[in-house]
């Protein structure tokens, strides 16, 4: 972004009208930062794949955060009941162990150890052996369907054709835990506990739009910045404007995302949940799921927040001019001023919940804040003392108009 310049480059004219804009309509322009914005909403979605849905340790961390909620873990423990009591005939194992003069009681008491069970087997889930079989369970379940995605078909084929999460050990631990154990070694079918993620003919489309997405990840954000600083390079002597607007744009995509984020874990909660009493828990699944989408969408409502300021900030207002008087000081001393710069950027890569991760990224990022930062302390160094207010020249409020295009 060179050769910014803010509006008031030449008031009087645009207040007659006479004199002619330079550069591309202001339709191209608007035209340009929205088609960038619809391309970060899906470019989003895009990091939210790389960065949770195909790295293994951030799931795992997701599927921590699962185990831990109430109504996930509740509806877990029924599952994990019904598998168990489905290899398991307690009602056959009390009367084994009642006087023959009672035989028969099992049908009885049965009912009310199996309406108990999912309660103790939620006790036990929030233990730290639950925990870490979960992790682990969790882990190689999607190494397999991570390697699965791009293009390991081996991790299937040894599969029967699927990848699965295994929970048949949390089955035999709780049916241990239960006083189940007599019984579990012969009842128990091979496949409990075994919940399909996906069988073998979605392979190709899973293959496919892996390979799309880790194709143009870095492409779309590219492509996206390119806009963006084109549509502002274009807007020539309203270029404040259009940065404004850039920022006011990002922060609408951002809470599209928000809004499409609710808009499909609702959409899947009505699809998935069939019954009632696992709606909270899908619910909270595919909330926990999409968390990064979150993190992504208000890290971009605050970036835009940021940009939209920046543009007001090196416009001519009595409030920027003041501020920009404000941080002369600290301007004029290049050292002090970039450290707190770099500072910035710094916390930004390291300390926000989505950061650009590729060194494409994260040196186009690093060279649009290098030149907002200069541009920004030539605009202070050039703003002129509040005596010149006193003597009445309305020009006083404006920036230097060679410190800013001077800028890199």
């Known amino acids: 972004m060179t050769d910014i310049e803010p509006d008031a480059v030449a008031p009087a004219a645009e207040e007659t009208g006479t004199t002619e804009r330079s550069g591309a309509p202001r339709w191209v ?66 009367d084994s162990q009642l006087p023959d003069a009672l035989v028969g ?11 108990g069970a999912p309660q103790a087997i939620d006790r036990v889930l929030g233990s730290d052996a639950s925990a870490g079989l979960w992790r682990q369970v969790n882990e190689t379940a999607h190494q397999a369907f991570v390697a699965v995605a ?14 699965v999460l ?46 799309i997405i880790e194709l143009t990840s870095v492409i779309l954000f590219v492509v996206v910045v390119g806009l963006y600083v084109g549509a502002v390079y274009l807007a020539r002597d309203w270029r404040r404007q259009a940065l404004r607007g850039v920022g006011v744009c990002i922060v609408v995509g951002g809470l599209a995302v928000l809004l499409l984020r609710n808009a499909a874990v609702s959409y899947a909660t009505n699809q998935v949940a069939d019954q009632p009493s696992v709606r909270d828990a899908v619910r909270a699944v595919g909330v926990i799921a999409t968390d990064l989408l979150d993190e992504i969408a208000w890290t971009a409502i605050v970036v835009g927040l940021v940009i939209a300021l920046y543009a007001v900030l090196i416009g001519p207002s009595r409030a920027a001019t003041t501020i920009r008087r404000w941080l002369r000081p600290v301007a004029a001393q290049p050292l002090a001023f ?27 990022v690093a060279v649009l804040w290098v030149a907002g930062i200069e541009m920004l302390r030539r605009a202070a160094l050039s703003t002129p003392d509040e005596t010149a207010d006193d003597d009445g020249d309305d020009s006083a409020d404006e920036p230097d108009q060679a410190a800013l295009s001077a800028a890199p």
Do not use: C, H, K
């Open 105 to 115: 009681l099992g049908g009885f008491v049965a009912p009310a150890i199996r309406a």
């Open 338 to 364: 970039w450290a707190i710069g770099v500072a910035l950027l710094l916390l930004y890569m390291f300390g926000a919940p989505v950061a650009p991760r590729q060194w494409l990224s994260t040196l186009v």
């Open 166 to 211: 295994d929970l048949g050990e949390f089955v035999r631990m709780l049916g241990i835990d239960l006083g189940l154990e007599e019984r579990l070694g012969d009842r128990l079918p091979d496949d409990a506990g075994q919940l399909v993620l996906f069988e073998s003919d979605i392979i190709d489309q899973i293959q496919s739009a892996v390979r």
């Open 150 to 163: 791009r293009g390991d078909d081996s991790a299937i084929q040894s599969n029967d054709g699927v990848v």
């Open 29 to 94: 322009v608007w035209a340009m930062i929205v088609l960038a914005t619809v391309i970060a909403i899906f470019s989003s979605l895009n990091a939210w794949v790389e960065q949770q849905v195909l790295e293994t340790e951030n799931w795992v961390e997701v599927s921590d955060e699962l185990l831990a909620n109430d109504e996930i873990r509740g509806a877990l423990s029924q599952y994990i009941a019904d598998e168990l009591f489905e290899g398991v005939d307690i009602a056959d194992q009390i």
